[in-house]
C-alpha cells in the first residue's frame, strides 16, 4: 500500500499563532483528504483537494501531486483547533496518514 | 455530503462478549467502509461491505471476528466478536461521496474490561 507520512507528530500553539502542517504519501493518487478529529472521535471533513489549493476561513489546503505531498495551513489559530489532523490519499482505497495532534493554548 | 449515524457511540463490555456497531446512510450508497482506530492511532481500514455480496476483508482482518451484513444501500452492521481488551477502539463507518470524497460517522468509542 501507499505510505503516508505526517509532520510534525506533535504541535503545540499559543492562540493566535499560525501554523503549516504537511503530508508525504509514497505514490500517485487519485484522491487526498484533509480530516480533523475533535477530542470525542468524531472526523470532520476539512478539505477535499486532490491538486491545487484551497481555503476555508482560516484554514487552506495546498497539494503538489507532482511532487507527492500536500500542506494543510492554519492561521490565527484557537483552542477549538486543537486535536489530531489526519490526510488520506486513495487509489483503490483511502490510506491515513501517521496524524498530527494539535494543541492549542490560551 | 452524506448524513451518518451510528449506534452506539460508546460502550463498555466484557472480554468474551460480541458487540454489534450500526451505521446507517441517509442516502443509498453501493460501498460503506469500517475502520478501527486503536488508541493514539491511525486508521485502518477493516472491510469494504457491499450491498448483495459478502464484505472484502483487507489483510489482518477475519469474518469470524468482524462479520458485516449490508441488508439494503443505506445500512450495515459491524460485530465485534469475542472480544480481548485489545479490540478496544474507535469504529468508524464511512461512504464515499459522488466525487469520491469520504465521508465518516461520528465513530463507536468501545472499551473491553
Not at chain 1, 501554523?19 to 487519485?30: M, P
Not at chain 1, 486543537?82 to 492549542?104: D, E, K, M, P, R
Not at chain 2, 460501498?31 to 450491498?51: C, D, E, K, V
Amino acid at each position: 500500500g501507499i505510505q503516508v507520512e505526517q509532520s510534525p507528530p506533535d504541535l503545540i500553539l499559543q492562540e493566535g499563532a499560525n501554523s503549516t502542517l504537511r503530508c508525504n504519501f509514497s505514490d500517485s493518487v487519485n484522491n487526498l483528504q484533509w480530516f480533523h478529529q475533535n477530542p470525542w472521535g468524531q472526523l470532520i471533513n476539512l478539505f477535499y483537494i486532490p491538486s491545487g489549493t484551497k481555503q476555508n476561513g482560516r484554514l487552506s489546503a495546498t497539494t503538489v501531486a507532482t511532487e507527492r505531498y500536500s500542506l494543510l495551513y492554519i492561521s490565527s489559530s484557537q483552542t477549538t483547533d486543537s486535536g489530531v489532523y489526519f490526510c488520506a490519499v486513495s487509489i483503490n482505497q483511502f490510506y491515513f496518514g501517521t496524524g498530527t495532534s494539535l494543541t492549542v493554548i490560551p | 455530503s452524506a448524513v451518518i449515524s451510528q449506534k452506539p457511540s460508546r460502550d463498555i463490555c466484557q472480554r468474551g462478549t460480541s458487540l454489534t456497531i450500526q451505521c446507517q446512510v441517509d442516502s443509498q450508497v453501493t460501498m460503506m467502509f469500517w475502520y478501527r482506530q486503536q488508541p493514539g492511532q491511525s486508521l485502518t481500514l477493516i472491510a469494504t461491505a457491499n450491498q448483495g455480496s459478502e464484505a472484502t476483508y483487507e489483510s489482518g482482518f477475519v469474518i469470524d471476528k468482524f462479520p458485516i451484513s449490508r441488508p439494503n444501500l443505506t445500512f450495515s452492521t459491524l460485530t465485534v466478536s469475542n472480544m480481548s481488551p485489545e479490540d478496544s477502539s474507535i469504529y468508524l463507518c464511512s461512504v464515499p461521496g459522488s466525487d469520491g470524497e469520504l465521508f465518516f460517522g461520528e465513530g463507536s468509542r468501545l472499551t473491553v474490561l
